[in-house]
């Protein structure tokens, strides 16, 4: 059967089709939809991990299980499942075990463009990188495959091209393999530094025989055209390069992009006259060519930053650059921004009143650092505001604590936000952290995680007890406020940073987007009482305009939270009721 498919879903099927019996993830963008698309077949276990390590893990113990079982993450999470996957190289596997990663060249929801291939190559591990929906379903079969029959994790490398765009797909039927008993391997599967050092070797003899697959197998296909030119290419760039050249140049289509064929390499180049490597982000696949010994051309054409398109492809190589139709006037920016009502707004608002120093972290909750709240001093990584506080304060003193927060949300925190804590606690830093509790992981799209008490498919879970959890971590201050409550926020941020401990603020209310949050009747600005005087307008809600000297708000995205009423000195935002 042919159907339409999103690139991430095509990976879902092929998994599912392959017998997958597990998935572990943790959401991010842009492969949150490969696990999300997983929980639609019931013979697939799956569930939100706390994290990335987390979910590898699990999955892995599914594997060794004798399971066919995957963890999907996007490329900065590898960075957290680094750990145990380089260790999971030596050991190998039972049941098939795929890491799929999914990379965000441009940055569309990321805070690093990172080429997630060096990983594959640092590991030792072997990576498939599809370029269309089709292969996107095929390869995560053939991962399957390669991972039993060369004992090892196999990494499925997307890119937000991929994952996100559809192209047709063939299905077919699911296939579980038979399930071997599980056998105690203590050699194999308990990694002391003697039993590891045997594990080597094997490793190494693993990426021989796969180079030797990566010779042959037909996802490493040539495509002749013209032999003035050859490309060898991957992913995306593949379609880019195919739909600027067609015929006129001969490509070298990579789908196994580690470890690298060599003499397919050579070969191809011995029949062109010009050689250009076209791929995103860094020179994986040019560098390897050089290795080789040929003379080859890439980075000096093309960026090491950034997207690539089929016009800078065509630009790049002299082609016809097709310029479309333009508008007679330039679009407007339009930032991203939080939504109306989003209950992140109010604690940014009172923390930007009272000046405070705040160290930032990953969510939609990062767009405070945006104006006109500007409210974020720093964001590097999930959970990296509750360690860097600590540092911060460590180094300050008095200076620093009296007006230094950190902000965190939910998920984060149970992501990696716990050990940050945990040091705070141990090596008692007079730090407040701010956990912004929305009741759900926001920025990916509303998935669940293990403070909201549902599980991946909607069903009541385990809940863990924010209160007491941070209690138990030894952090005697802990207080829950509403964000949509000004003076109760103003107040806590006031009492906690001058306490002489450790402390935490919870500031809970639900997501404004989620389906069971009903918003109030919007808002409205008496214009008679109104003065001009855009206090309203320091929260940066979008639903609020400025027009004619007064104040405007747009009752189709009014959702009617308050916020800017506490704001107004005159009392001119009033309830659709009032008169």
Same mark, same amino acid.
């Given at each position: 059967?042919?159907?339409?498919?999103?690139?991430?879903?095509?990976?879902?099927?092929? +998994?599912?089709?392959?017998?997958?019996?597990?998935?572990?993830?943790?959401?991010?963008?842009?492969?949150?939809?490969?696990?999300?698309?997983? @929980?639609?077949?019931?013979?697939?276990?799956?569930?939100?991990?706390?994290?990335?390590?987390?979910?590898?893990?699990?999955?892995?113990?599914?594997?060794?299980?004798?399971? !066919?079982?995957?963890?999907?993450? #996007?490329?900065?999470?590898?960075?957290?499942?680094?750990?145990?996957?380089?260790?999971?190289?030596?050991?190998?596997? =039972?049941?098939?075990?795929?890491?799929?990663?999914?990379?965000?060249?441009?940055?569309?929801?990321?805070?690093?463009?990172?080429?997630? !291939?060096?990983?594959?190559?640092?590991?030792?591990?072997?990576?498939?990188?599809?370029?269309?929906?089709?292969?996107?379903?095929?390869?995560?079969?053939?991962?399957?495959?390669?991972?039993?029959?060369?004992?090892?994790?196999?990494?499925? =490398?997307?890119?937000?091209?991929?994952?996100?765009?559809?192209?047709?797909?063939?299905?077919?039927?699911?296939?579980?393999?038979?399930?071997?008993?599980?056998?105690?391997?203590?050699?194999?599967?308990?990694?002391?530094?003697?039993? @590891?050092?045997?594990?080597?070797?094997?490793?190494?003899?693993?990426?021989?025989?796969?180079?030797?697959?990566?010779?042959?197998?037909?996802?490493?296909?040539?495509?002749?055209?013209?032999?003035?030119?050859?490309?060898?290419?991957?992913?995306?760039?593949?379609?880019?390069?195919?739909?600027?050249?067609?015929?006129?140049?001969?490509?070298?289509?990579?789908?196994?992009?580690?470890?690298?064929?060599?003499?397919? $390499?050579?070969?191809?180049?011995?029949?062109?006259?010009?050689?250009?490597?076209?791929?995103?982000?860094?020179?994986?696949?040019?560098?390897?060519?050089?290795?080789?010994? +040929? /003379?080859?051309?890439?980075?000096?054409?093309?960026?090491?930053?950034?997207?690539?398109?089929?016009?800078?492809?065509?630009?790049?190589?002299? !082609?016809?650059?097709?310029?479309?139709?333009?508008?007679?006037?330039?679009?407007?920016?339009?930032?991203?921004?939080?939504?109306?009502?989003?209950?992140?707004?109010?604690?940014?608002?009172?923390?930007?009143?009272? =000046?405070?120093?705040?160290?930032?972290?990953? &969510?939609?909750?990062?767009?405070?650092?945006?104006?006109?709240?500007?409210?974020?001093?720093?964001?590097?990584?999930?959970? &990296?505001?509750?360690?860097?506080?600590?540092?911060?304060?460590?180094?300050?003193?008095?200076?620093?604590?009296?007006?230094?927060?950190?902000? $965190?949300?939910?998920?984060?925190?149970?992501?990696?936000?716990?050990?940050?804590?945990?040091?705070?606690?141990?090596?008692?830093?007079?730090?407040?952290?701010?956990?912004?509790?929305?009741?759900?992981?926001?920025?990916?799209?509303?998935?669940?995680?293990?403070?909201?008490?549902?599980?991946?498919?909607?069903?009541?879970? &385990? /809940?863990?007890?924010?209160?007491?959890?941070?209690?138990?971590?030894?952090?005697?201050?802990?207080?829950?406020?509403?964000?949509?409550?000004?003076?109760?926020?103003?107040?806590?941020? /006031?009492?906690?940073?001058?306490?002489?401990?450790?402390?935490?603020?919870?500031?809970?209310?639900?997501?404004?987007?989620?389906?069971?949050?009903?918003?109030?009747?919007?808002?409205?600005?008496?214009?008679? #009482?109104?003065? &001009?005087?855009?206090?309203?307008?320091?929260?940066?809600?979008?639903?609020?305009?400025?027009?004619?000297?007064?104040?405007?708000?747009?009752?189709?995205?009014?959702?009617?939270?308050?916020?800017?009423?506490?704001?107004?000195?005159?009392?001119?935002?009033? #309830?659709?009721?009032?008169?």
């Amino acid at each position: 059967m042919k159907e339409l498919m999103l690139g991430n879903a095509a990976v879902a099927r092929g +998994l599912y089709e392959a017998g997958c019996q597990v998935v572990s993830s943790y959401p991010g963008t842009p492969s949150t939809e490969i696990t999300e698309e997983c @929980a639609k077949y019931d013979e697939i276990y799956c569930e939100w991990a706390p994290n990335e390590k987390v979910a590898v893990e699990v999955a892995f113990g599914a594997s060794l299980a004798g399971k !066919r079982s995957l963890a999907a993450m #996007k490329h900065v999470g590898l960075n957290v499942a680094a750990d145990p996957v380089f260790t999971m190289s030596y050991t190998g596997v =039972k049941g098939g075990f795929v890491i799929g990663v999914a990379d965000d060249p441009a940055m569309h929801s990321s805070q690093n463009e990172q080429d997630s !291939r060096h990983y594959a190559k640092a590991a030792k591990l072997p990576m498939l990188e599809p370029s269309d929906s089709a292969e996107s379903l095929k390869f995560a079969k053939l991962a399957m495959e390669l991972s039993e029959k060369y004992d090892t994790p196999v990494l499925l =490398k997307m890119c937000t091209r991929v994952s996100h765009s559809q192209s047709v797909v063939e299905t077919g039927e699911r296939v579980v393999p038979e399930v071997a008993p599980y056998e105690k391997n203590a050699q194999k599967n308990v990694m002391l530094p003697a039993n @590891a050092r045997k594990r080597h070797p094997l490793v190494e003899q693993r990426m021989a025989h796969l180079v030797d697959f990566a010779e042959k197998t037909e996802i490493n296909r040539i495509e002749m055209g013209s032999t003035k030119l050859g490309i060898i290419t991957d992913s995306t760039s593949y379609q880019y390069a195919k739909e600027v050249m067609g015929d006129d140049a001969s490509i070298l289509k990579l789908g196994m992009i580690w470890p690298l064929p060599e003499q397919k $390499i050579r070969d191809f180049a011995a029949k062109v006259e010009r050689l250009i490597v076209i791929e995103e982000l860094d020179p994986f696949i040019e560098e390897h060519c050089k290795m080789l010994g +040929l /003379k080859v051309e890439g980075k000096s054409i093309f960026p090491v930053l950034g997207e690539f398109s089929q016009n800078l492809v065509a630009e790049k190589l002299g !082609r016809p650059v097709d310029s479309g139709k333009k508008l007679d006037e330039p679009i407007p920016e339009r930032p991203p921004v939080m939504c109306p009502g989003c209950p992140h707004r109010g604690l940014f608002h009172t923390l930007a009143k009272n =000046k405070c120093t705040v160290m930032g972290d990953i &969510g939609c909750y990062t767009l405070g650092a945006a104006p006109p709240l500007s409210s974020i001093d720093c964001c590097t990584c999930m959970g &990296g505001s509750v360690s860097s506080i600590h540092g911060f304060n460590k180094a300050m003193g008095p200076e620093g604590e009296k007006k230094t927060v950190a902000v $965190i949300g939910d998920s984060t925190f149970m992501h990696s936000g716990m050990t940050g804590l945990a040091n705070i606690a141990y090596n008692q830093s007079n730090s407040t952290v701010i956990i912004l509790d929305n009741s759900i992981t926001g920025m990916t799209g509303h998935q669940q995680n293990p403070t909201t008490g549902y599980n991946i498919k909607g069903e009541p879970a &385990g /809940k863990v007890d924010l209160e007491a959890l941070c209690h138990a971590m030894g952090i005697r201050r802990v207080v829950v406020v509403d964000p949509y409550d000004l003076a109760a926020c103003n107040q806590a941020v /006031k009492e906690e940073l001058a306490a002489e401990e450790p402390s935490v603020i919870i500031s809970r209310r639900p997501c404004i987007l989620l389906k069971s949050v009903k918003p109030q009747p919007a808002l409205r600005v008496s214009a008679d #009482k109104c003065i &001009g005087c855009k206090s309203c307008m320091k929260i940066g809600c979008p639903a609020i305009s400025f027009r004619d000297g007064k104040a405007v708000i747009d009752h189709t995205t009014c959702v009617g939270c308050g916020v800017c009423q506490q704001l107004c000195p005159v009392s001119a935002i009033e #309830k659709p009721e009032s008169k």
